[in-house]
Protein backbone atom coordinates (compact mmCIF):
# COMPACT_ATOMS: atom_id res chain seq x y z
CA UNK A 1 0.00 0.00 0.00
CA UNK A 2 0.67 3.69 -0.25
CA UNK A 3 0.55 5.75 3.12
CA UNK A 4 0.77 9.52 2.86
CA UNK A 5 0.96 10.84 6.26
CA UNK A 6 0.52 14.52 7.51
CA UNK A 7 2.08 15.41 4.25
CA UNK A 8 3.28 19.06 3.55
CA UNK A 9 5.41 20.67 0.59
CA UNK A 10 5.48 23.79 -1.33
CA UNK A 11 7.59 24.95 -4.19
CA UNK A 12 9.14 28.83 -4.58
CA UNK A 13 7.26 29.44 -1.37
CA UNK A 14 3.92 28.11 -1.78
CA UNK A 15 2.39 25.52 -0.13
CA UNK A 16 0.82 23.36 -2.64
CA UNK A 17 -0.32 20.62 0.35
CA UNK A 18 -0.55 20.49 3.91
CA UNK A 19 -1.10 17.86 6.37
CA UNK A 20 -2.75 15.46 3.82
CA UNK A 21 -3.50 12.05 5.25
CA UNK A 22 -4.25 9.16 2.68
CA UNK A 23 -3.95 5.95 2.18
CA UNK A 24 -4.10 3.87 -1.10
CA UNK A 25 -4.79 0.28 -0.50
CA UNK A 26 -2.18 -2.28 -2.66
CA UNK A 27 -3.43 -3.12 -6.01
CA UNK A 28 -6.20 -0.08 -6.44
CA UNK A 29 -6.37 1.69 -9.74
CA UNK A 30 -6.50 5.56 -8.57
CA UNK A 31 -7.13 8.53 -10.55
CA UNK A 32 -5.25 11.95 -9.25
CA UNK A 33 -7.32 14.67 -10.40
CA UNK A 34 -7.45 18.58 -9.64
CA UNK A 35 -7.00 21.81 -11.78
CA UNK A 36 -4.37 22.67 -13.47
CA UNK A 37 -1.19 23.88 -10.85
CA UNK A 38 -2.80 22.52 -7.94
CA UNK A 39 0.56 20.22 -7.51
CA UNK A 40 -0.47 16.53 -8.71
CA UNK A 41 2.85 16.57 -10.95
CA UNK A 42 4.60 17.62 -7.88
CA UNK A 43 3.05 14.60 -5.44
CA UNK A 44 4.62 12.16 -8.21
CA UNK A 45 7.61 13.74 -7.44
CA UNK A 46 7.36 13.43 -3.83
CA UNK A 47 6.59 10.37 -4.06
CA UNK A 48 9.30 9.13 -6.14
CA UNK A 49 11.69 10.11 -3.62
CA UNK A 50 12.67 13.41 -5.94
CA UNK A 51 11.71 16.08 -3.90
CA UNK A 52 12.38 16.98 -0.42
CA UNK A 53 8.85 17.10 1.16
CA UNK A 54 8.22 20.19 4.61
CA UNK A 55 6.86 17.81 6.68
CA UNK A 56 5.03 14.10 6.89
CA UNK A 57 5.90 10.85 5.61
CA UNK A 58 5.38 8.95 2.50
CA UNK A 59 6.02 5.25 3.03
CA UNK A 60 5.50 1.97 0.59
CA UNK A 61 5.92 -1.99 1.53
CA UNK A 62 10.16 -2.46 1.66
CA UNK A 63 10.95 -3.67 -1.99
CA UNK A 64 8.70 -1.90 -4.42
CA UNK A 65 9.88 -0.96 -7.59
CA UNK A 66 7.92 2.76 -8.66
CA UNK A 67 7.66 3.07 -12.54
CA UNK A 68 6.63 6.11 -14.85
CA UNK A 69 7.29 8.02 -17.91
CA UNK A 70 9.24 10.88 -16.84
CA UNK A 71 10.83 11.53 -20.32
CA UNK A 72 10.64 10.55 -23.73
CA UNK A 73 12.87 7.42 -25.24
CA UNK A 74 16.48 8.75 -26.71
CA UNK A 75 16.63 8.98 -30.81
CA UNK A 76 19.37 6.05 -30.42
CA UNK A 77 19.54 3.22 -33.07
CA UNK A 78 18.30 0.54 -30.66
CA UNK A 79 15.01 -1.08 -32.25
CA UNK A 80 11.63 -0.02 -30.60
CA UNK A 81 11.19 -3.95 -29.18
CA UNK A 82 14.92 -4.02 -27.83
CA UNK A 83 14.31 -0.83 -26.17
CA UNK A 84 10.85 -1.93 -24.16
CA UNK A 85 12.56 -5.55 -23.53
CA UNK A 86 15.80 -3.64 -21.55
CA UNK A 87 13.11 -2.24 -19.13
CA UNK A 88 12.84 -5.31 -17.01
CA UNK A 89 16.00 -5.26 -15.76
CA UNK A 90 15.99 -8.15 -13.82
CA UNK A 91 15.47 -10.28 -17.03
CA UNK A 92 18.54 -8.02 -19.10
CA UNK A 93 20.95 -9.13 -16.18
CA UNK A 94 19.76 -13.12 -16.14
CA UNK A 95 20.10 -13.31 -20.04
CA UNK A 96 23.44 -11.42 -19.65
CA UNK A 97 24.83 -13.28 -16.68
CA UNK A 98 23.53 -16.83 -18.32
CA UNK A 99 25.88 -16.69 -21.44
CA UNK A 100 29.07 -16.65 -18.97
CA UNK A 101 28.04 -18.62 -16.11
CA UNK A 102 29.67 -21.72 -15.84
CA UNK A 103 28.52 -23.07 -12.23
CA UNK A 104 26.03 -25.52 -12.66
CA UNK A 105 24.25 -24.40 -9.43
CA UNK A 106 23.88 -20.61 -10.49
CA UNK A 107 22.97 -22.13 -14.25
CA UNK A 108 20.02 -23.81 -12.33
CA UNK A 109 19.02 -20.66 -10.37
CA UNK A 110 19.20 -18.58 -13.62
CA UNK A 111 16.89 -20.31 -15.30
CA UNK A 112 14.14 -21.54 -12.88
CA UNK A 113 14.29 -17.17 -12.00
CA UNK A 114 14.07 -16.67 -15.82
CA UNK A 115 10.90 -18.99 -16.14
CA UNK A 116 9.33 -17.58 -12.80
CA UNK A 117 9.94 -14.09 -14.62
CA UNK A 118 7.92 -15.59 -17.55
CA UNK A 119 11.45 -14.13 -19.77
CA UNK A 120 11.07 -16.36 -22.55
CA UNK A 121 7.25 -14.98 -23.85
CA UNK A 122 8.39 -11.55 -22.49
CA UNK A 123 8.99 -10.57 -26.24
CA UNK A 124 5.40 -11.76 -26.98
CA UNK A 125 4.40 -9.53 -24.36
CA UNK A 126 6.20 -6.47 -25.15
CA UNK A 127 5.37 -6.50 -29.13
CA UNK A 128 1.77 -6.57 -27.96
CA UNK A 129 1.82 -3.36 -25.89
CA UNK A 130 3.75 -1.80 -28.62
CA UNK A 131 0.88 -2.69 -31.07
CA UNK A 132 -2.01 -1.59 -28.66
CA UNK A 133 -0.13 2.04 -28.42
CA UNK A 134 0.21 1.86 -32.36
CA UNK A 135 3.40 0.45 -33.66
CA UNK A 136 3.33 -2.49 -36.37
CA UNK A 137 5.90 -5.17 -36.44
CA UNK A 138 7.82 -3.69 -38.81
CA UNK A 139 8.17 -0.27 -37.04
CA UNK A 140 9.29 -2.52 -33.67
CA UNK A 141 11.92 -3.66 -35.62
CA UNK A 142 13.08 -0.03 -36.39
CA UNK A 143 15.77 1.95 -34.73
CA UNK A 144 14.08 4.81 -32.20
CA UNK A 145 15.52 7.25 -33.80
CA UNK A 146 13.74 7.09 -36.86
CA UNK A 147 10.15 8.18 -34.41
CA UNK A 148 9.29 11.80 -33.68
CA UNK A 149 9.37 12.55 -29.88
CA UNK A 150 5.88 11.69 -29.42
CA UNK A 151 6.04 8.48 -30.68
CA UNK A 152 9.21 7.79 -28.65
CA UNK A 153 7.00 8.99 -25.52
CA UNK A 154 4.60 6.19 -26.64
CA UNK A 155 7.60 3.50 -26.75
CA UNK A 156 8.78 5.17 -23.00
CA UNK A 157 5.23 4.50 -22.26
CA UNK A 158 5.18 0.74 -23.04
CA UNK A 159 8.43 0.34 -21.49
CA UNK A 160 7.30 1.38 -18.08
CA UNK A 161 4.12 -1.02 -18.51
CA UNK A 162 5.95 -3.72 -19.66
CA UNK A 163 8.36 -3.42 -16.54
CA UNK A 164 5.22 -4.37 -14.29
CA UNK A 165 6.32 -2.02 -11.32
CA UNK A 166 4.25 -2.45 -8.09
CA UNK A 167 3.37 1.10 -8.05
CA UNK A 168 2.81 2.56 -11.63
CA UNK A 169 2.64 6.26 -11.93
CA UNK A 170 1.25 8.11 -14.99
CA UNK A 171 1.02 11.23 -15.83
CA UNK A 172 -1.45 11.99 -18.44
CA UNK A 173 -0.50 9.59 -20.67
CA UNK A 174 -3.03 9.98 -23.17
CA UNK A 175 -1.43 13.33 -24.04
CA UNK A 176 0.34 11.80 -27.04
CA UNK A 177 -1.71 8.67 -27.47
CA UNK A 178 -4.17 8.80 -30.18
CA UNK A 179 -7.93 7.74 -30.09
CA UNK A 180 -6.96 4.16 -30.41
CA UNK A 181 -3.97 4.22 -28.41
CA UNK A 182 -5.90 6.04 -25.50
CA UNK A 183 -8.83 2.84 -25.85
CA UNK A 184 -6.03 0.37 -25.50
CA UNK A 185 -4.72 1.87 -22.58
CA UNK A 186 -8.20 2.19 -20.64
CA UNK A 187 -8.61 -1.65 -21.31
CA UNK A 188 -4.96 -2.29 -20.26
CA UNK A 189 -4.70 -0.90 -16.90
CA UNK A 190 -7.76 -2.39 -15.96
CA UNK A 191 -5.85 -5.84 -16.04
CA UNK A 192 -2.81 -4.43 -14.69
CA UNK A 193 -1.45 -6.46 -11.77
CA UNK A 194 -0.56 -4.10 -9.73
CA UNK A 195 -1.27 -0.38 -8.10
CA UNK A 196 -1.68 2.45 -10.33
CA UNK A 197 -1.67 6.13 -9.69
CA UNK A 198 -2.64 8.20 -12.89
CA UNK A 199 -2.99 12.28 -13.30
CA UNK A 200 -5.66 12.43 -16.07
CA UNK A 201 -8.65 14.92 -17.18
CA UNK A 202 -9.64 12.14 -19.69
CA UNK A 203 -13.22 10.97 -17.95
CA UNK A 204 -14.01 8.27 -19.81
CA UNK A 205 -10.39 6.90 -18.68
CA UNK A 206 -11.49 7.89 -15.60
CA UNK A 207 -14.67 6.61 -15.35
CA UNK A 208 -13.35 2.91 -16.66
CA UNK A 209 -9.68 2.26 -15.58
CA UNK A 210 -10.08 3.38 -12.05
CA UNK A 211 -12.02 2.30 -8.99
CA UNK A 212 -10.97 5.71 -6.98
CA UNK A 213 -10.44 8.94 -7.48
CA UNK A 214 -7.84 10.78 -5.01
CA UNK A 215 -9.09 14.82 -5.40
CA UNK A 216 -6.15 17.27 -4.86
CA UNK A 217 -8.04 20.45 -3.17
CA UNK A 218 -7.47 23.36 -1.25
CA UNK A 219 -4.15 21.89 -0.48
CA UNK A 220 -5.47 19.12 0.63
CA UNK A 221 -6.13 14.94 -0.77
CA UNK A 222 -9.58 13.37 -0.20
CA UNK A 223 -9.68 9.37 -1.36
CA UNK A 224 -13.42 8.97 -3.01
CA UNK A 225 -14.45 5.32 -4.24
CA UNK A 226 -15.34 4.47 -7.26
CA UNK A 227 -15.07 6.24 -10.87
CA UNK A 228 -14.82 9.76 -11.63
CA UNK A 229 -18.70 10.41 -11.81
CA UNK A 230 -19.01 8.60 -8.68
CA UNK A 231 -16.25 10.82 -7.51
CA UNK A 232 -18.71 14.24 -9.01
CA UNK A 233 -21.74 13.20 -7.41
CA UNK A 234 -20.03 12.32 -3.86
CA UNK A 235 -18.38 15.71 -4.40
CA UNK A 236 -21.34 17.72 -5.27
CA UNK A 237 -23.43 16.32 -2.62
CA UNK A 238 -20.14 16.97 0.10
CA UNK A 239 -20.29 20.81 -1.43
CA UNK A 240 -24.39 20.99 -0.62
CA UNK A 241 -23.97 19.82 2.65
CA UNK A 242 -21.09 21.98 3.81
CA UNK A 243 -22.90 24.90 2.16
CA UNK A 244 -26.18 24.10 4.07
CA UNK A 245 -24.18 23.69 7.12
CA UNK A 246 -22.26 27.10 6.68
CA UNK A 247 -25.54 28.77 6.19
CA UNK A 248 -27.73 27.48 9.06
CA UNK A 249 -24.49 28.41 10.93
CA UNK A 250 -24.22 32.22 9.88
CA UNK A 251 -27.98 32.53 10.54
CA UNK A 252 -26.87 31.28 14.20
CA UNK A 253 -24.53 33.75 14.48
CA UNK A 254 -26.53 36.61 13.38
CA UNK A 255 -29.24 35.29 15.80
CA UNK A 256 -26.63 35.46 18.99
CA UNK A 257 -25.03 39.17 17.87
CA UNK A 258 -28.48 40.32 17.30
CA UNK A 259 -29.21 39.37 21.19
CA UNK A 260 -25.85 40.73 22.25
CA UNK A 261 -25.87 43.75 20.14
CA UNK A 262 -29.60 44.38 21.68
CA UNK A 263 -29.02 44.11 25.54
CA UNK A 264 -25.13 44.13 26.04
CA UNK A 265 -25.67 47.64 27.84
CA UNK A 266 -28.69 46.57 30.05
CA UNK A 267 -27.84 45.74 33.48
CA UNK A 268 -30.47 42.99 34.06
CA UNK A 269 -29.45 41.26 30.36
CA UNK A 270 -25.49 41.71 30.79
CA UNK A 271 -25.21 37.68 31.74
CA UNK A 272 -27.70 36.62 29.48
CA UNK A 273 -25.28 38.64 26.81
CA UNK A 274 -22.26 37.85 27.89
CA UNK A 275 -23.25 34.29 27.71
CA UNK A 276 -24.29 34.62 24.23
CA UNK A 277 -20.28 36.22 23.35
CA UNK A 278 -18.72 33.00 25.14
CA UNK A 279 -20.49 30.89 22.52
CA UNK A 280 -19.71 33.32 19.23
CA UNK A 281 -16.29 32.69 20.96
CA UNK A 282 -16.13 29.37 20.82
CA UNK A 283 -18.29 28.42 17.36
CA UNK A 284 -15.50 26.91 14.98
CA UNK A 285 -16.53 28.12 12.05
CA UNK A 286 -18.28 26.37 9.05
CA UNK A 287 -16.97 27.59 5.53
CA UNK A 288 -19.09 27.40 2.32
CA UNK A 289 -17.01 25.76 -0.12
CA UNK A 290 -15.13 27.95 -2.32
CA UNK A 291 -16.67 28.06 -6.31
CA UNK A 292 -12.99 28.12 -8.02
CA UNK A 293 -13.63 30.28 -11.08
CA UNK A 294 -15.13 28.87 -13.80
CA UNK A 295 -13.10 28.47 -17.01
CA UNK A 296 -15.05 29.91 -20.02
CA UNK A 297 -14.46 30.19 -23.63
CA UNK A 298 -15.66 32.47 -25.52
CA UNK A 299 -15.99 31.96 -29.56
CA UNK A 300 -16.92 34.74 -31.79
CA UNK A 301 -19.95 34.42 -34.19
CA UNK A 302 -19.58 34.13 -37.82
CA UNK A 303 -21.69 35.57 -40.18
CA UNK A 304 -23.83 32.50 -41.95
CA UNK A 305 -22.98 31.65 -45.82
CA UNK A 306 -24.63 29.98 -48.15
CA UNK A 307 -24.46 26.27 -47.97
CA UNK A 308 -22.22 24.38 -48.32
CA UNK A 309 -19.36 25.65 -47.41
CA UNK A 310 -16.99 23.22 -48.87
CA UNK A 311 -17.49 20.39 -51.33
CA UNK A 312 -15.49 18.13 -53.14
CA UNK A 313 -15.98 16.03 -56.04
CA UNK A 314 -13.87 13.03 -56.74
CA UNK A 315 -11.11 14.69 -54.85
CA UNK A 316 -7.84 13.16 -54.23
CA UNK A 317 -4.68 14.39 -51.81
CA UNK A 318 -1.41 13.42 -51.05
CA UNK A 319 2.27 14.26 -50.97
CA UNK A 320 4.12 14.42 -54.10
CA UNK A 321 3.33 11.10 -56.30
CA UNK A 322 2.14 9.56 -52.87
CA UNK A 323 -1.28 9.82 -53.07
CA UNK A 324 -2.90 9.32 -49.68
CA UNK A 325 -6.39 9.99 -49.89
CA UNK A 326 -8.80 9.69 -52.61
CA UNK A 327 -12.52 9.44 -54.23
CA UNK A 328 -13.51 11.86 -51.71
CA UNK A 329 -16.99 12.92 -52.30
CA UNK A 330 -17.63 15.08 -49.06
CA UNK A 331 -20.08 18.11 -48.30
CA UNK A 332 -19.60 20.18 -45.32
CA UNK A 333 -22.28 22.87 -44.12
CA UNK A 334 -21.74 25.72 -40.96
CA UNK A 335 -24.37 23.57 -38.95
CA UNK A 336 -22.30 20.42 -39.12
CA UNK A 337 -19.79 18.99 -36.57
CA UNK A 338 -17.84 16.02 -37.76
CA UNK A 339 -15.60 13.82 -36.06
CA UNK A 340 -13.29 11.89 -37.84
CA UNK A 341 -12.39 8.64 -36.97
CA UNK A 342 -9.19 6.11 -38.52
CA UNK A 343 -6.27 4.13 -36.70
CA UNK A 344 -2.65 6.51 -37.01
CA UNK A 345 -1.40 6.94 -40.21
CA UNK A 346 -4.77 6.12 -42.51
CA UNK A 347 -5.00 9.91 -43.16
CA UNK A 348 -6.96 12.04 -40.78
CA UNK A 349 -4.22 14.44 -40.85
CA UNK A 350 -3.86 15.01 -44.56
CA UNK A 351 -7.95 15.32 -45.12
CA UNK A 352 -7.67 18.07 -41.99
CA UNK A 353 -5.00 20.12 -44.20
CA UNK A 354 -6.45 19.77 -47.30
CA UNK A 355 -10.17 21.13 -45.73
CA UNK A 356 -8.27 24.07 -44.44
CA UNK A 357 -6.26 24.28 -47.63
CA UNK A 358 -3.23 23.96 -46.50
CA UNK A 359 -2.80 20.96 -49.00
CA UNK A 360 -3.74 21.24 -52.38
CA UNK A 361 -5.95 18.92 -53.96
CA UNK A 362 -3.77 16.62 -56.34
CA UNK A 363 -6.64 15.93 -58.29
CA UNK A 364 -10.52 16.00 -58.95
CA UNK A 365 -11.86 19.36 -57.06
CA UNK A 366 -12.65 20.93 -53.82
CA UNK A 367 -14.90 24.05 -53.81
CA UNK A 368 -15.16 26.30 -50.96
CA UNK A 369 -17.55 29.52 -50.45
CA UNK A 370 -15.62 33.12 -51.57
CA UNK A 371 -16.14 34.52 -47.74
CA UNK A 372 -14.98 31.25 -46.19
CA UNK A 373 -13.02 31.46 -42.97
CA UNK A 374 -11.11 29.03 -41.27
CA UNK A 375 -9.87 28.35 -37.84
CA UNK A 376 -7.53 25.43 -37.07
CA UNK A 377 -5.66 24.42 -34.12
CA UNK A 378 -3.02 21.34 -33.73
CA UNK A 379 -0.95 20.63 -30.91
CA UNK A 380 2.59 21.65 -32.58
CA UNK A 381 0.47 24.99 -33.54
CA UNK A 382 1.33 25.27 -29.33
CA UNK A 383 4.34 24.24 -29.19
CA UNK A 384 5.65 26.74 -31.57
CA UNK A 385 3.94 30.00 -29.85
CA UNK A 386 6.56 32.60 -29.03
CA UNK A 387 8.23 31.79 -26.01
CA UNK A 388 9.67 35.49 -25.03
CA UNK A 389 6.02 37.08 -25.66
CA UNK A 390 3.25 37.54 -23.32
CA UNK A 391 -0.44 36.41 -25.25
CA UNK A 392 -0.74 39.90 -25.02
CA UNK A 393 1.83 40.78 -27.66
CA UNK A 394 0.53 38.01 -29.51
CA UNK A 395 -2.90 39.29 -29.98
CA UNK A 396 -1.14 42.90 -30.63
CA UNK A 397 0.38 41.13 -33.77
CA UNK A 398 -2.28 39.98 -34.99
CA UNK A 399 -4.50 42.90 -34.44
CA UNK A 400 -2.58 45.61 -33.94
CA UNK A 401 -5.43 47.89 -34.99
CA UNK A 402 -7.60 47.15 -31.52
CA UNK A 403 -6.97 48.67 -28.27
CA UNK A 404 -5.25 46.53 -25.14
CA UNK A 405 -8.25 47.09 -23.37
CA UNK A 406 -10.00 44.48 -26.12
CA UNK A 407 -7.56 42.12 -26.63
CA UNK A 408 -7.43 41.73 -22.43
CA UNK A 409 -11.24 41.14 -22.94
CA UNK A 410 -10.76 38.50 -25.55
CA UNK A 411 -7.92 37.26 -23.29
CA UNK A 412 -10.57 36.65 -20.40
CA UNK A 413 -12.82 35.12 -22.65
CA UNK A 414 -10.40 31.79 -22.90
CA UNK A 415 -9.72 32.29 -19.04
CA UNK A 416 -6.33 33.83 -19.37
CA UNK A 417 -6.68 36.81 -17.08
CA UNK A 418 -4.76 39.93 -16.44
CA UNK A 419 -2.25 38.17 -14.63
CA UNK A 420 -1.75 35.59 -17.69
CA UNK A 421 -1.92 38.41 -20.25
CA UNK A 422 1.47 39.90 -19.09
CA UNK A 423 3.17 36.46 -18.61
CA UNK A 424 5.68 35.46 -20.76
CA UNK A 425 4.37 32.40 -22.84
CA UNK A 426 7.15 30.33 -21.59
CA UNK A 427 5.87 30.17 -18.04
CA UNK A 428 2.77 29.77 -18.80
CA UNK A 429 1.21 26.54 -17.80
CA UNK A 430 0.54 23.84 -20.45
CA UNK A 431 -3.13 24.60 -20.58
CA UNK A 432 -2.70 28.20 -20.09
CA UNK A 433 -1.13 27.98 -23.77
CA UNK A 434 -3.64 25.64 -25.39
CA UNK A 435 -5.98 28.52 -24.44
CA UNK A 436 -4.04 31.28 -25.63
CA UNK A 437 -4.01 28.98 -29.40
CA UNK A 438 -7.59 28.67 -29.39
CA UNK A 439 -8.14 31.77 -28.86
CA UNK A 440 -5.46 32.84 -32.31
CA UNK A 441 -7.61 30.14 -34.26
CA UNK A 442 -10.82 31.69 -33.33
CA UNK A 443 -9.57 35.55 -33.51
CA UNK A 444 -11.01 35.83 -36.95
CA UNK A 445 -14.68 34.19 -36.11
CA UNK A 446 -14.12 30.97 -38.57
CA UNK A 447 -16.94 29.48 -40.82
CA UNK A 448 -15.13 26.02 -39.83
CA UNK A 449 -12.85 25.30 -37.18
CA UNK A 450 -10.72 22.19 -37.10
CA UNK A 451 -9.30 21.02 -33.94
CA UNK A 452 -7.34 18.38 -33.73
CA UNK A 453 -6.51 17.06 -30.20
CA UNK A 454 -7.78 19.99 -28.78
CA UNK A 455 -7.99 19.18 -24.76
CA UNK A 456 -4.01 18.09 -24.32
CA UNK A 457 -3.05 19.77 -21.43
CA UNK A 458 -6.84 20.90 -20.56
CA UNK A 459 -8.37 20.07 -16.98
CA UNK A 460 -11.56 18.68 -16.63
CA UNK A 461 -13.38 22.52 -16.14
CA UNK A 462 -11.58 23.61 -19.23
CA UNK A 463 -12.74 20.67 -21.23
CA UNK A 464 -16.18 21.08 -20.10
CA UNK A 465 -16.20 24.88 -21.04
CA UNK A 466 -14.66 23.70 -24.31
CA UNK A 467 -17.56 21.35 -24.86
CA UNK A 468 -20.29 24.31 -23.55
CA UNK A 469 -18.16 26.92 -26.06
CA UNK A 470 -18.41 24.45 -29.04
CA UNK A 471 -22.29 23.66 -28.68
CA UNK A 472 -23.03 27.23 -28.46
CA UNK A 473 -20.35 27.93 -31.84
CA UNK A 474 -22.20 28.59 -34.92
CA UNK A 475 -19.83 27.88 -36.96
CA UNK A 476 -18.79 23.91 -38.50
CA UNK A 477 -16.87 21.77 -36.26
CA UNK A 478 -14.04 18.82 -37.28
CA UNK A 479 -12.46 17.05 -34.33
CA UNK A 480 -9.68 14.45 -34.44
CA UNK A 481 -9.33 13.90 -30.77
CA UNK A 482 -8.74 10.89 -28.17
CA UNK A 483 -11.26 12.16 -25.82
CA UNK A 484 -14.44 9.87 -25.95
CA UNK A 485 -16.16 12.41 -23.73
CA UNK A 486 -16.02 15.37 -26.02
CA UNK A 487 -16.47 13.61 -29.16
CA UNK A 488 -20.05 11.89 -27.81
CA UNK A 489 -20.95 15.33 -26.69
CA UNK A 490 -19.73 17.52 -29.47
CA UNK A 491 -19.98 15.34 -32.75
CA UNK A 492 -23.10 14.48 -34.61
CA UNK A 493 -21.24 13.27 -37.68
CA UNK A 494 -18.67 10.51 -37.80
CA UNK A 495 -16.30 10.40 -40.82
CA UNK A 496 -14.15 6.87 -40.62
CA UNK A 497 -10.87 7.83 -42.26
CA UNK A 498 -9.71 4.23 -43.73
CA UNK A 499 -8.10 2.50 -46.37
CA UNK A 500 -7.59 5.49 -48.14
CA UNK A 501 -11.29 6.69 -48.38
CA UNK A 502 -13.26 8.83 -46.27
CA UNK A 503 -17.08 7.47 -45.34
CA UNK A 504 -19.86 8.23 -43.42
CA UNK A 505 -19.58 5.72 -40.11
CA UNK A 506 -23.07 4.84 -39.82
CA UNK A 507 -22.90 3.29 -36.04
CA UNK A 508 -21.98 5.32 -32.62
CA UNK A 509 -18.98 6.12 -31.08
CA UNK A 510 -19.73 3.28 -28.27
CA UNK A 511 -19.72 0.42 -31.47
CA UNK A 512 -16.43 2.10 -32.68
CA UNK A 513 -14.52 1.69 -29.61
CA UNK A 514 -15.63 -2.01 -29.22
CA UNK A 515 -14.54 -2.43 -32.91
CA UNK A 516 -11.27 -0.92 -31.80
CA UNK A 517 -11.04 -3.73 -28.71
CA UNK A 518 -12.27 -6.59 -30.76
CA UNK A 519 -9.06 -9.02 -31.28
CA UNK A 520 -8.12 -9.18 -34.99
CA UNK A 521 -8.92 -12.77 -35.07
CA UNK A 522 -12.63 -12.01 -34.04
CA UNK A 523 -13.10 -9.33 -36.93
CA UNK A 524 -12.09 -11.93 -39.28
CA UNK A 525 -14.79 -14.37 -38.62
CA UNK A 526 -17.54 -15.58 -40.79
CA UNK A 527 -20.89 -13.68 -39.80
CA UNK A 528 -23.47 -15.20 -38.20
CA UNK A 529 -26.98 -16.16 -39.10
CA UNK A 530 -29.47 -13.49 -38.03
CA UNK A 531 -31.45 -15.36 -34.94
CA UNK A 532 -34.86 -16.32 -35.00
CA UNK A 533 -37.53 -13.97 -34.45
CA UNK A 534 -38.73 -14.32 -31.17
CA UNK A 535 -41.84 -14.43 -29.49
CA UNK A 536 -43.23 -11.91 -27.00
CA UNK A 537 -42.79 -13.87 -23.91
CA UNK A 538 -39.22 -14.61 -24.77
CA UNK A 539 -38.24 -10.94 -25.12
CA UNK A 540 -40.27 -10.32 -21.53
CA UNK A 541 -38.09 -13.39 -20.46
CA UNK A 542 -34.78 -11.87 -22.20
CA UNK A 543 -35.80 -8.43 -20.50
CA UNK A 544 -36.10 -10.33 -17.03
CA UNK A 545 -32.80 -11.56 -17.07
CA UNK A 546 -31.03 -8.37 -17.83
CA UNK A 547 -33.00 -6.43 -15.04
CA UNK A 548 -31.58 -9.37 -12.43
CA UNK A 549 -28.24 -9.55 -14.26
CA UNK A 550 -28.33 -5.65 -13.75
CA UNK A 551 -29.60 -6.14 -9.97
CA UNK A 552 -26.89 -8.28 -9.44
CA UNK A 553 -23.77 -5.84 -10.46
CA UNK A 554 -25.42 -3.04 -8.39
CA UNK A 555 -25.50 -5.20 -5.35
CA UNK A 556 -21.67 -7.05 -5.66
CA UNK A 557 -20.83 -2.99 -7.04
CA UNK A 558 -22.18 -1.43 -3.33
CA UNK A 559 -20.23 -4.39 -1.58
CA UNK A 560 -17.22 -3.53 -3.64
CA UNK A 561 -17.60 0.18 -2.58
CA UNK A 562 -17.82 -1.23 1.05
CA UNK A 563 -14.97 -3.26 1.60
CA UNK A 564 -12.95 -0.35 -0.52
CA UNK A 565 -13.45 1.93 2.59
CA UNK A 566 -12.46 -1.02 5.07
CA UNK A 567 -9.03 -1.23 3.33
CA UNK A 568 -8.33 2.75 3.20
CA UNK A 569 -8.68 2.31 6.85
CA UNK A 570 -5.16 3.25 8.16
CA UNK A 571 -5.72 1.16 11.52
CA UNK A 572 -6.11 -1.58 9.59
CA UNK A 573 -2.72 -1.89 8.50
CA UNK A 574 -1.07 -2.17 11.95
CA UNK A 575 1.20 -5.03 12.76
CA UNK A 576 -1.46 -6.26 15.61
CA UNK A 577 -4.05 -6.42 12.80
CA UNK A 578 -1.76 -8.16 9.38
CA UNK A 579 -4.11 -11.04 9.77
CA UNK A 580 -7.45 -9.15 9.60
CA UNK A 581 -5.90 -7.10 6.97
CA UNK A 582 -5.25 -10.61 4.57
CA UNK A 583 -8.73 -11.37 5.14
CA UNK A 584 -9.90 -8.33 3.74
CA UNK A 585 -7.82 -8.50 0.81
CA UNK A 586 -9.17 -12.19 -0.03
CA UNK A 587 -12.68 -10.90 0.13
CA UNK A 588 -11.92 -7.68 -1.83
CA UNK A 589 -10.30 -10.07 -4.48
CA UNK A 590 -13.29 -12.41 -4.20
CA UNK A 591 -15.79 -9.38 -4.92
CA UNK A 592 -13.59 -8.58 -7.91
CA UNK A 593 -13.72 -11.41 -9.26
CA UNK A 594 -17.45 -11.86 -9.01
CA UNK A 595 -18.10 -8.30 -10.12
CA UNK A 596 -16.03 -9.44 -13.44
CA UNK A 597 -18.51 -12.35 -13.79
CA UNK A 598 -21.28 -10.39 -13.35
CA UNK A 599 -20.88 -7.88 -15.39
CA UNK A 600 -19.50 -10.20 -18.19
CA UNK A 601 -23.20 -11.75 -17.54
CA UNK A 602 -25.08 -8.17 -17.63
CA UNK A 603 -23.02 -7.76 -20.59
CA UNK A 604 -24.56 -10.90 -22.80
CA UNK A 605 -28.05 -10.70 -21.26
CA UNK A 606 -28.16 -7.19 -23.08
CA UNK A 607 -26.42 -8.65 -26.36
CA UNK A 608 -29.05 -10.89 -26.25
CA UNK A 609 -32.02 -8.66 -25.89
CA UNK A 610 -30.03 -6.00 -28.60
CA UNK A 611 -30.11 -8.86 -30.98
CA UNK A 612 -33.62 -10.14 -30.44
CA UNK A 613 -35.24 -5.93 -31.11
CA UNK A 614 -32.68 -5.87 -34.54
Avoid at 220 to 235: C, E, I, M, N, V
Wanted: glycine share 6%.
Amino acid sequence: MLRISDLTYSIDGRTLVENATVTIPTGHKVGLVGRNGSGKTTLFRVIRGEMVYDTGSVTLPNGWKIGGVSQEVPGNEVSLINTVLAADKERTALLEEAETATDPGRIADIQTRLADIKAWSAEARASSILRGLGFTNEEQKQPCSAFSGGWRMRVALAAVLFSEPDLLLLDEPTNYLDLEGALWLEAYLVKYPHTVLIVSHDRELLNRSVGGILHLEDKGLTYYTGPYDSFAKQRAAKRAVMAAAAKKQAAQRAHLQSFVDRFKAKASKAKQAQSRVKMLEKMETIRAPEDAARTVFTFPTPEELSPPIIATEQAAVGYGNHIVLHDLNLRIDQDDRIALLGRNGEGKSTLSKMLSDRLPVARGKMVASNKLRIGFFAQHQVDELRVEETPLEHLLRERPEEGQAKLRARLAGFGLGADQAETEVGRLSGGQKARLSLLLATLPAPHLLILDEPTNHLDIESREALVEALTAYTGAVILVSHDMHLLSMVADRLWLVKDGRVKPYEDDLQAYRKMLLTPDTQKTEKPKPKPKVLTRDEKLALKADVRKAEERVTKISEMRDKLSQKLADPALYEDARKGELETWNKKYAEVMDGLERAEALWMAALEKLEKADA
